[in-house]
């Protein structure tokens, strides 16, 4: 700009020569301010995010880049309704979550691979290729026999639906956006597009043709050519030297790597015309002072800090200004980036030397990237320019770093460190480990609807909750909403827990049970967090709480000061055996609507989460319990004098755990009611039905029962208003 308004004026003031001097001077001042004129590639930048936008040039990529790509279709966010309860009183929950389907255009030249994906910086996808959210991935590598996508046909038709040939995209379908606040999020993507080192000749297929440029990219895992092609040949030139030569047949870049050695130029030919340089030696050396900012420092992708931008810096003394900083879009380890800024800063103090040299003897094998030797000079020179004049082949010469030099800086590097990082856990999402089971009732609200939770967990701490579903027998699964995020602490017995009193505190018993996993733990409690409920535990079909863990190693804790059946599991105090499940109530379970889950026997809880491949069943422990009336408890026989036989005992009623006033608790079903039978239970020889806690067998009908069936004994159950509670054995006839 300066040029063109300094050369106007001196027209204006000066004529044609005035014209010239304003140019000079406008020059001077563009090189000021916008520099010497040089034009500079894309810069690196920071992690881009996903784009959307039209007209955006999609990059080709090259070994292994981090790359955030282009949406090119998408479907609106889809919403899905989940009611939960409702029945009986209950209020009902409404939960939404939403789904979405997109494709994302990634590279415009075929790759083989995606490693990890990145949703708004934590890991969507692990290098083992397991989605660490809802939803399906497919990849399509852009080659020329590539078939259209199933939901992009199935959404937009075949009139409408391109394959994208020759175009590599991936495809999210129903991607859950419930960790994302319900937007599709940014992501970006490993893309691995070649295996093994690439040169620029791989660079430069599909672009230019009939081309020679088999020059290795030493120590660059990864690029990306995002703009013209000369920008990206100007970005890798200070790391490895692309001087050109059109002059024959094919498009040579870097000449020198053709040949086994130097090669010697002839005497320098003398020009003695007016503009000729050299005068009469034939050549002119020059060597420029050092640079205000040399170029000592590189940026670059480190492949060690997932693709965060890196930094490294040459060794030396520092220049006489602020060091110039070389932007390389590519990546790279920190080991290799330290022999390249080393290399950049070597090659850029040796270049400061420079010789123009004019022969009349062409040797074909001399062009533009040639390395050579000359007459008189030290070192080896290469060739940046040529051109053919009347007096002879004018030569321009940069000189090169020894061989040695070279050797030392690529083969023994100063020590490079990538810098700290915390990257987010690449670790597989592990099973699910499910435990279904009903609970006494609490005596909180009616009592009318079953207890039914589900204790969802996993043996890794990166699990992230399961969707838990019912299964009434036909197979079909309903879903029943999420189990959260907490894990549930199981474990298994090792041993079988002693038989022993429900009424006493159990002070000798110990069970020995093992977690799944170590990171959980059992604690111990007061006589009052006992009494306030803590340190419930299901083990087998029997409700127990333990005062002390004691941990043994190895996932192992010892159990002992036990209250047994509580909640009316007395029945199951004998009968315990190894490898029970073990199950902390300590309300992590998720509580399952009892609407959805019904009272159906054979009814199943399933589970899956992001680490199952089928979905991860259960029955229901102690289905029932919650509606069934607890055993009647003091029976006793008394002989009268007539040798009738009076039989008592005393009820208990559903949810009456804390006995406060002394008052006998209400009875909590419609009415009171018992079912007093002689033998067996499943075929009794007398059935009656009594609604006191007692019954008179009179001396006859005893003679008769004990002659019948001796040995057999009088049982009594609780009729309550949904089942039978557990028998209680009133006396045994002789």
């Given at each position: 700009m300066a040029t063109l308004v300094f050369s106007a004026l001196g027209t204006l003031f000066g004529g044609p020569l005035g014209g010239a001097i304003g140019a000079l001077a406008g020059r001077q001042v563009d090189s000021l301010i916008f520099g010497n004129g040089n034009r500079e590639g894309p810069r690196l930048k920071e992690l881009a995010a996903t784009a959307s936008s039209y007209g955006t040039a999609l990059p080709r990529h090259f070994g292994q880049m981090?790359?955030?790509?282009?949406v090119i279709w998408a479907t609106a966010l889809v919403e899905h309704k989940q009611t939960q309860g409702g029945g009986k009183g209950r209020p009902s929950v409404t939960t939404f979550s939403y789904t979405a389907s997109f494709a994302v255009a990634l590279a415009s030249r075929p790759i083989q691979s995606v490693g990890r994906i990145w949703a708004d910086g934590n890991l969507l996808r692990g290098a083992a290729g397991d989605l660490k959210a809802g939803g399906q991935f497919r990849l399509y590598t852009g080659e020329g026999d590539q078939q259209p996508d199933p939901l992009l046909l199935q959404v937009e038709g075949t009139v409408r639906c391109p394959a994208y040939r020759g175009l590599a995209y991936a495809v999210f379908e129903?991607?859950?956006?419930?960790?994302?606040f319900n937007r599709i999020p940014s992501l970006t993507f490993e893309v691995i597009a070649d295996t093994g080192p690439f040169t620029v000749q791989t660079i430069l297929d599909g672009v230019i043709g009939d081309s020679d440029a088999a020059l290795p990219l030493d120590g660059i895992d990864g690029f990306s050519c995002e703009g013209p092609l000369g920008e990206t040949l100007n970005l890798l030139d200070p790391m490895f030297p692309m001087d050109a030569d059109a002059g024959g047949e094919l498009l040579t870049i870097a000449r020198g790597r053709l040949q086994s050695a130097a090669i010697a130029l002839p005497e320098a030919a003398v020009a003695t015309g007016d503009g000729d340089f050299g005068a009469h030696a034939g050549y002119a050396r020059k060597r420029e002072p050092l640079a205000l900012s040399p170029p000592e420092v590189l940026r670059y992708y480190d492949i060690e800090r997932d693709y965060q931008p890196g930094l490294q810096r040459a060794t030396g003394r520092p220049g006489p200004g602020q060091p110039r900083t070389v932007e390389l879009p590519a990546a790279l380890t920190a080991a290799n980036a330290r022999i390249l800024v080393e290399r950049i800063a070597t090659r850029a103090g040796w270049a400061r030397e420079t010789l123009a040299w004019r022969t009349t003897e062409l040797d074909p094998a001399i062009g533009p990237g040639a390395i050579v030797t000359v007459p008189g000079q030290l070192g080896r020179w290469r060739v940046s320019e040529w051109e053919w004049r009347d007096k002879g082949v004018e030569l321009a010469l940069t000189r090169i770093a020894p061989m040695s030099t070279e050797a030392a800086a690529t083969t023994s590097p100063p020590p490079a460190d990538p810098g700290r990082s915390n990257p987010p856990a690449d670790v597989p999402a592990p099973p699910t480990i499910l435990a279904a089971f009903e609970?006494?009732?609490?005596?909180?609200?009616?009592?009318?609807?079953p207890a039914t939770f589900a204790a969802a967990t996993s043996a890794g701490t990166n699990w992230g909750g399961a969707a838990l579903y019912v299964?009434?027998?036909?197979g079909s699964l309903l879903p029943l909403g999420a189990s959260g995020r907490s894990r549930c602490i199981l474990g298994t017995a090792i041993e079988a827990l002693a038989p022993a009193s429900p009424l006493l505190f159990d002070r000798s018993a110990t069970i020995t049970v093992e977690l799944i996993a170590n990171d959980m733990a059992l604690t111990d409690a007061t006589p009052r967090l006992i009494a306030a409920g803590a340190n419930r535990a299901l083990l087998g079909g029997e409700l127990i709480q333990f005062a002390r863990a004691v941990p043994l190693g190895n996932r192992r804790w010892r159990l002992e000061a036990l209250l047994r059946g509580r909640g009316g599991t007395e029945a199951a105090v004998a009968g315990h055996g190894v490898g029970e499940r073990f199950v902390l109530l300590d309300g992590q379970p998720a509580a399952l609507d009892p609407a959805m889950v019904g009272t159906a026997t054979g009814t199943v809880i399933a589970a899956t989460g992001l680490g199952d491949s089928a979905p991860v069943e259960s029955p229901i422990a102690l289905q029932g319990i919650t509606r069934r009336p607890l055993s009647p408890v003091h029976g006793h026989a008394l002989?009268?004098?007539?040798?009738?036989?009076?039989?008592?005992?005393?009820?208990?009623?559903?949810?009456?755990?804390?006995?406060l006033d002394g008052v006998d608790a209400p009875l909590h079903e419609q009415a009171e009611a018992y079912l007093v039978t002689f033998g067996p239970l499943t075929a009794p020889a007398a059935i009656w039905q009594v609604t006191s806690?007692?019954?008179?067998i009179d001396a006859a009908q005893r003679t008769a029962l004990s002659s019948s069936l001796p040995g057999e004994s009088f049982r009594v159950r609780?009729?309550?208003?949904?089942?039978?509670?557990?028998?209680?054995v009133l006396a045994t006839l002789t």
């Open positions: 981090r790359v955030a790509g282009s129903d991607l859950d956006l419930g960790t994302f609970l006494p009732w609490d005596g909180n609200g009616s009592g009318d609807a299964d009434h027998g036909d002989t009268l004098p007539d040798n009738s036989l009076e039989l008592a005992w005393t009820r208990r009623a559903r949810g009456a755990w804390g006995w806690p007692g019954l008179t609780q009729q309550g208003t949904y089942a039978l509670s557990e028998p209680l």
